[in-house]
C-alpha cells in the first residue's frame, strides 16, 4: 500500500500571503488528484494531473507533477479567506486505477 | 446535476441496532466507493465496485457489507452496530477507462454516532 505524505499539517496565514503545500511518496502514481473539503461537506475535486512534469492552474492555484510521478504540489497565490478548508491529495498507484490513497491533509486557514 | 447522493445526513444507532446508508449517482461513472473519515486519520476505504454485481473489500471492510445491483446505487449496510463505527462516511463514484482514474466525486456524507 503506497503511503502519501502532506506537508504542512496545520497552516495558517494572512490575506494575501502565498502558500504551498506538499504531497510525497515513494511509489510512482498514474494519476494524482487534489481536493478541497469544508466542514460538512465531502471532499471536492480540484484537479487531476496524469504527466510527469504538468503544470495546471486553476485561477490562483497551480498544480505541479513531479517529473518522476512521486510527488506534487498545490501553490495558492494572494490567499483568501475563502480558500479556507482541508486540503487532500490522492494517487492511483501505477498499473492500478481501481482506487485512489488519499493523504491525511493539509488544514488552511486563511485569517482577514 | 444531483452527482452523488447519500442519505440520511445524520443518524444516531444504539450499540447492536442495524442500518443501511443509501448512496446514488446520475452520472453513470463505473466505479463507486464507500470510505470513512475519522478526525485526523484522513480517509479510509471501506469496499468500493468497479461495476454492477461487482464488489471489493477496501482497507477497513469489516462490520460493513455492500451490494451494486446497478450502476446507479451503491448501499452501505451495518450490520451489528459498535461505538467503532462511529464516523463520517462518504460515497463517491468516479469513471475509470484506458488505466487512468479521473478523480471522484463524493456525496455530501453521513454524520454516523453509534451510542
Given at each position: 500500500t503506497q503511503l502519501l505524505e502532506q506537508s504542512p499539517q496545520f497552516l495558517s496565514i494572512q490575506e494575501g500571503e502565498n502558500l504551498t503545500v506538499y504531497c510525497n511518496s515513494s511509489s510512482v502514481f498514474s494519476s494524482l488528484q487534489w481536493y478541497r473539503q469544508e466542514p460538512g461537506e465531502g471532499p471536492v475535486l480540484l484537479v487531476t494531473v496524469v504527466t510527469g512534469g504538468e503544470v495546471k492552474k486553476l485561477k490562483r492555484l497551480t498544480f505541479q507533477f513531479g517529473d518522476a510521478r512521486k510527488d506534487s504540489s498545490l501553490h495558492?497565490?494572494?490567499?483568501?479567506?475563502g480558500d479556507t478548508g482541508l486540503y487532500l491529495c490522492a494517487g492511483a498507484e501505477s498499473g492500478s486505477a481501481r482506487q485512489l490513497t488519499f493523504g491525511s491533509g493539509t488544514q488552511l486557514t486563511v485569517l482577514p | 446535476n444531483a452527482g452523488v447522493t447519500q442519505t440520511p445526513k445524520f443518524r444516531i444507532l444504539k450499540i447492536g441496532q442495524s442500518m443501511t446508508l443509501q448512496c446514488t449517482q446520475d452520472m453513470n461513472h463505473n466505479y463507486m466507493y464507500?470510505?470513512?473519515?475519522?478526525p485526523g486519520?484522513?480517509?479510509k476505504l471501506i469496499y468500493y465496485s468497479v461495476g454492477a454485481g461487482i464488489t471489493d473489500k477496501g482497507e477497513v471492510p469489516n462490520g460493513y457489507n455492500v451490494s451494486r445491483s446497478t450502476t446507479e446505487d451503491f448501499p452501505l449496510r451495518l450490520e451489528l452496530a459498535a461505538p467503532s463505527q462511529t464516523s463520517v462516511y462518504f460515497c463517491a463514484s468516479s469513471y475509470v477507462g484506458s488505466g487512468t482514474n479521473y478523480g471522484y466525486t463524493f456525496g455530501s456524507g453521513?454524520?454516523?454516532t453509534v451510542v
Open positions: 495558492i497565490t494572494a490567499a483568501q479567506p | 464507500w470510505y470513512r473519515q475519522d486519520m484522513g480517509l453521513t454524520r454516523l
